[in-house]
């Protein structure tokens, strides 16, 4: 005879033909009998035990002799399962009854047996017999214990307490299968029992682990990313330190995590119990039976294999050791509630003072987890109520609390660059006065969260009280959306005020009774020396009503949307990393490094995922990820890996501004990359210069712009991309197009004004790129324009292929719009950039088709200075003669007034007589030059024309016959001409 209740309740008849096949009693009530007695075999079960099973609510007057009708069912059930044996299985023995049942008869006590066996084979090494003792015990469950009889409290209990028992042999099981190199085989499994338990973080280690081992990495990260969302949402807490190292070695990706071997690999009886689970403000935390305490706040205890990293507390050593109960203790008289202190240290006890609630522990007061003053393990006291209403967990003592910062989030390893920021952000902390707190800001990605935790700990000892984290804006449930999808659609939701302190009262192991939980939590405050940080918030006024204003405790609030001003504010504003941090962020780039941190921004978030995209990819170089990071479009996505998500944050803060911010944005990413001023940005919003100011300003009292001086901002760079981004995405095509319009005309305009400081390179690059951006659009008349304003800039600077790009668009451009003249002017001075180039043949070709160009479209100074090029082809050549009649030409086309025709036809006229040694001669076209050049305020042709008639008549071969551009004395006879720039 078998009985099976891990699943719905069978019996199975003896293999005789006359009994062999099931015989599961019908009737409700008989299964309850039946599988009361077979959840505590060979236990003595009372008759009032039974009666309560079957009637929990109220029994009938009739109950006892209801329940002897019952049992006599089951006898004949047993009977009929087993003629020979069952009359002596079911027995009275008082005060009730006495289920005889063999250990291989029951399902339940055959798991209990393996599971116990499989733990000695994991303990001994043996991972292989481990491995098939435990798979076979996780065979023997069909589904929840006794799924098809009703529970009452001893079915009840039993479930439980298998409910923690069967995914603790699960995760053992999958130890000693990682342990055998099994993890590709475990992915699928471990993926369908992590959505299964969701709140179990060893099956999530697991998991990671597996996915690590497979060569799988983002997805490991990805892992840790869900479970940690899980967490925060569902319970207002972070993952155990057990998981949140196994995370860092993930991150760091230089050695094999140690593999998860479960909760119960090195404890307690197999089976027996269920690890405790842990409680928090007085009530059970389901499913988090296998988070680990840990030692004095730090994972890295729990990391290293200490004693609490890898049992619980309900499983003590056999030598005697008490560790710490798995339950949230706090200050004595209600202070921070924090993890049990791991390692079962008696704790000195200390006095918090009058007026505490409860008092303090005296000397030799047993503490939770530690030991009595006779050395015996201590009971966990009962919870006390205070004076304010508020529930208060016992206390512990110590000087300094052992958990003094277990709420914080571990400490960033790679926090790298900021070595004054954390001097000064610990000084202010520790220094703190009545009703001043901190503020960390600055754009997303700068290492906000990392830079506060960091000083936190470092301040940790200044508020004995403890030190509490909360998220004010935790990331949503639901996957992000797409990259089409992404954007001011979604706005972040953040904490309110009264759900925030409802979170810290209960870190802090307080629940309210009745009323305003931000008065519970300004009474905390006030009573205690507390550091609250509050990272992520959305705005100051979401934080306000949280803000310690009394003596003794303060906060540190991190946000990249937190303007300067605010009452009590002490602000640390973060940005890039220097150069040397960033190189030693991303030593694995070697010769590229630099090049990857400038499109990184030096942004920390972005260094650091493109520091771990090379440590995850071994076959990519630096090169090969300095490659793929240079393209604009791409490059935001490409910077995310697991949790780190480069685009993901920056999103983040944009979708948590106002709509009218979040426009101010995104219209500005129309302008070219580097630093603009206030015309271009007016242009860009399309507003009056005053009303541009003030958007200006305000985006920038966020965060997110950088003020480089009067009149001068920048993005920082991947904000940049992201506005450009932000752009196509979120405003119409037409809007985004007549941004990008008034743009090139505003820049037109400021490389028109003679006052203008000269391009540089770099702007020269970026206004070529809007010329493109432009005739992408179709913008043929913004692009043409553009490039006119571009042309001289271009040829002062000798950029060639900047030069060659912005003309030849243009060109095509001004073909597009029908515009003869723009063509002409293009089609010239591409002609003027191959003369330059020693391109002499398609020089001649440009200048022949713009030539004809201008005379259809009748633009006689387009028709001159092609006259002119042409001239000077001829001139180089030494056909003089030909180049006089084509500048004789160029000047007897009547021109409206002085302009750069009349002025290039005089200049080769001057250079055709000083090369025929008519110094005096060529004085006349160069006055004539300077003239036009000082009219039009040019002073780079104006310079150029006084240098020429300095030099004129001298015994020098050379001469200088374009601005910077010098004719050098042939020096071989096959060379027509030589020209230096």
């Known amino acids: 005879m078998r009985f099976r209740i891990l699943g719905p309740l069978?019996?199975?008849?003896?293999?005789?033909?006359?009994?062999?096949?099931?015989?599961?009693?019908?009737?409700?009530?008989?299964r309850v009998v039946l599988g009361t007695l077979l959840a505590r075999p060979n236990q003595v079960v009372s008759a009032e035990a039974l009666i309560d099973e079957l009637w929990p609510e109220s029994p009938p007057r009739t109950a006892l002799q209801t329940l002897h009708v019952y049992v006599s069912q089951v006898r004949k059930c047993l009977m009929a399962a087993s003629p020979r044996h069952g009359q002596d299985t079911l027995v009275t023995q008082r005060p009730g009854y006495l289920l005889r049942v063999a250990s291989d008869e029951l399902d339940l006590t055959l798991f209990e047996r393996l599971h116990e066996q499989g733990r000695a084979a994991v303990q001994a090494g043996a991972y292989d017999r481990a491995a098939d003792l435990l798979a076979e015990a996780q065979d023997l469950w069909r589904g929840p214990l006794l799924s098809d009889t009703p529970h009452g409290p001893i079915l009840q209990t039993a479930a439980a307490r298998l409910h923690e028992a069967r995914p603790a042999a699960l995760e053992l099981r999958i130890g000693a299968d990682l342990r055998l190199g099994r993890h590709r085989e475990l992915v699928a499994e471990l993926s369908a029992l992590v959505t299964e338990h969701p709140l179990r973080e060893e099956l999530h280690a697991q998991l990671m682990t597996a996915l690590y081992r497979s060569e799988r990495l983002p997805e490991a990260l990805r892992a840790y990313a869900r479970v940690r969302r899980t967490l925060v949402e569902e319970l207002g807490v972070e993952p155990g330190p057990r998981l949140r190292a196994l995370h860092r070695q993930l991150l760091a990706a230089d050695t094999a995590p140690t593999p998860a071997l479960g909760p119960w690999a090195d404890s307690g009886p197999a089976g027996g119990h269920a690890a405790a689970p842990w409680?928090?403000?007085?009530?059970?935390?389901?499913?988090?039976?296998?988070?680990?305490?840990?030692?004095?706040?730090?994972?890295?205890?729990?990391?290293?294999?200490?004693?609490?990293?890898?049992?619980?507390?309900?499983?003590?050593?056999?030598d005697g050791r008490a560790f710490a109960a798995s339950t949230y203790v706090g200050q004595a008289g209600g202070g921070v509630a924090a993890p049990g202190t791991g390692d079962g240290a008696s704790v000195a006890a200390r006095s918090v003072g009058e007026g505490a609630v409860g008092g303090g522990l005296g000397s030799g007061t047993s503490v939770p987890g530690g030991r009595g003053a006779d050395g015996s393990a201590a009971p966990a006291p009962a919870h006390r109520t205070g004076s304010t209403g508020a529930t208060v967990p016992p206390g512990h003592g110590g000087s300094v609390p052992l958990g003094l910062t277990a709420w914080l989030p571990a400490e960033d390893p790679v926090l790298v660059g900021r070595s004054g920021e954390l001097a000064r952000l610990t000084e202010l902390l520790r220094g703190a006065t009545a009703g001043s707190w901190a503020a960390v800001t600055g754009q997303p990605g700068s290492g906000k969260t990392a830079l506060a935790v960091a000083a936190a700990r470092r301040a940790a000892d200044a508020y004995p009280d403890g030190v509490l984290f909360l998220d004010l804006c935790p990331e949503p449930a639901e996957p992000a959306e797409s990259a089409e999808s992404a954007g001011a659609a979604r706005p972040a939701v953040g904490l309110t005020p009264a759900e925030a302190s409802r979170r810290l009262l209960r870190q802090a192991g307080v629940s309210p009774a009745e009323g305003d939980p931000l008065d519970a939590l300004r009474a905390l405050t006030a009573t205690r020396r507390l550091l609250l940080v509050l990272d992520n918030a959305r705005s100051v006024a979401q934080v306000r009503a949280l803000l310690p204003v009394t003596a003794g405790s303060t906060a540190v609030v991190t946000g990249p949307l937190?303007?300067?001003?605010?009452?009590?504010?002490?602000?640390?504003?973060?940005?890039?990393?220097?150069?040397?941090?960033?190189?030693?962020?991303?030593?694995?780039?070697?010769?590229?490094?630099?090049?990857?941190?400038?499109?990184?921004?030096?942004?920390?978030?972005?260094?650091?995922?493109?520091?771990?995209?090379?440590?995850?990819?071994?076959?990519?170089?630096?090169?090969?990820?300095?490659?793929?990071?240079?393209?604009?479009?791409?490059?935001?996505?490409?910077?995310?890996?697991?949790?780190?998500?480069?685009?993901?944050?920056?999103?983040?803060?944009?979708?948590?501004?106002?709509?009218?911010?979040?426009?101010?944005?995104?219209?500005?990413?129309?302008?070219?990359?580097?630093?603009?001023?206030?015309?271009?940005?007016?242009?860009?919003?399309?507003?009056?210069?005053?009303?541009?100011?003030?958007?200006?300003?305000?985006?920038?009292?966020?965060?997110?712009?950088?003020?480089?001086?009067?009149?001068?901002?920048?993005?920082?760079?991947?904000?940049?991309?992201?506005?450009?981004?932000?752009?196509?995405?979120?405003?119409?095509?037409?809007?985004?197009?007549?941004?990008?319009?008034?743009?090139?005309?505003?820049?037109?305009?400021?490389?028109?004004?003679?006052?203008?400081?000269?391009?540089?390179?770099?702007?020269?690059?970026?206004?070529?790129?809007?010329?493109?951006?432009?005739?992408?659009?179709?913008?043929?008349?913004?692009?043409?324009?553009?490039?006119?304003?571009?042309?001289?800039?271009?040829?002062?600077?000798?950029?060639?292929?900047?030069?060659?790009?912005?003309?030849?668009?243009?060109?095509?451009?001004?073909?597009?719009?029908?515009?003869?003249?723009?063509?002409?002017?293009?089609?010239?001075?591409?002609?003027?950039?191959?003369?330059?180039?020693?391109?002499?043949?398609?020089?001649?070709?440009?200048?022949?088709?713009?030539?004809?160009?201008?005379?259809?479209?009748?633009?006689?100074?387009?028709?001159?200075?092609?006259?002119?090029?042409?001239?000077?082809?001829?001139l180089e050549h030494g056909r003089t003669a030909e180049a006089d009649a084509l500048v004789g030409d160029a000047l007897a086309r009547p021109e409206p007034g002085p302009g750069l025709g009349r002025y290039e036809a005089y200049r080769v006229q001057a250079q055709v007589r000083l090369r025929s040694g008519d110094a005096a001669g060529a004085a006349v076209p160069l006055g004539k030059c300077l003239a036009i050049a000082t009219e039009l305020r040019d002073s780079r042709r104006e310079e150029h024309v006084r240098r020429v008639l300095r030099a004129a008549g001298g015994d020098t071969d050379a001469h200088e016959v374009r601005p910077g551009i010098w004719r050098l004395p042939m020096r071989e006879p096959a060379s027509a001409t030589g020209m230096r720039s």
Not at 21 to 28: M, R, Y
Not at 287 to 304: E, I, L, M, V
């Open 10 to 30: 069978e019996v199975a008849g003896d293999p005789d033909p006359a009994s062999a096949g099931l015989h599961t009693p019908g009737p409700a009530k008989i």
């Open 279 to 318: 409680t928090h403000a007085g009530q059970t935390v389901p499913g988090a039976a296998n988070r680990t305490p840990t030692h004095g706040g730090s994972a890295d205890f729990a990391a290293r294999g200490g004693p609490a990293a890898a049992r619980p507390a309900s499983h003590a050593p056999a």
């Open 562 to 874: 937190l303007p300067a001003g605010s009452a009590g504010m002490r602000t640390i504003r973060l940005g890039h990393v220097g150069h040397a941090a960033a190189r030693e962020i991303l030593a694995g780039a070697g010769p590229a490094a630099d090049e990857i941190a400038r499109l990184c921004g030096r942004l920390p978030l972005a260094l650091r995922a493109a520091a771990l995209l090379l440590s995850s990819r071994p076959h990519w170089t630096g090169e090969t990820l300095a490659r793929t990071l240079r393209p604009e479009r791409t490059r935001l996505t490409s910077l995310g890996i697991g949790e780190l998500d480069v685009r993901e944050s920056l999103l983040r803060t944009y979708r948590a501004l106002p709509e009218d911010e979040r426009r101010t944005v995104r219209l500005l990413g129309a302008l070219p990359p580097g630093v603009f001023g206030l015309r271009p940005a007016a242009a860009a919003l399309g507003l009056p210069s005053r009303r541009a100011a003030s958007a200006v300003e305000s985006v920038t009292d966020r965060g997110l712009l950088l003020p480089l001086g009067e009149d001068a901002y920048a993005f920082p760079e991947l904000l940049r991309l992201l506005a450009v981004d932000r752009l196509r995405a979120d405003e119409s095509r037409e809007s985004a197009n007549e941004a990008t319009a008034r743009v090139c005309g505003a820049y037109a305009g400021l490389l028109a004004d003679p006052a203008a400081a000269p391009a540089s390179a770099q702007e020269l690059s970026a206004l070529t790129d809007l010329v493109r951006r432009a005739h992408a659009a179709t913008l043929w008349r913004p692009a043409v324009e553009l490039a006119d304003a571009l042309a001289g800039p271009l040829e002062r600077a000798v950029s060639w292929e900047n030069w060659e790009a912005a003309h030849t668009l243009a060109l095509d451009a001004a073909r597009r719009a029908g515009d003869r003249g723009a063509e002409a002017r293009m089609v010239r001075s591409l002609g003027d950039l191959c003369w330059q180039q020693r391109r002499t043949e398609e020089a001649e070709e440009h200048y022949r088709e713009a030539l004809r160009l201008a005379e259809r479209a009748r633009t006689a100074e387009e028709a001159a200075r092609a006259l002119a090029g042409l001239a000077e082809l001829r």
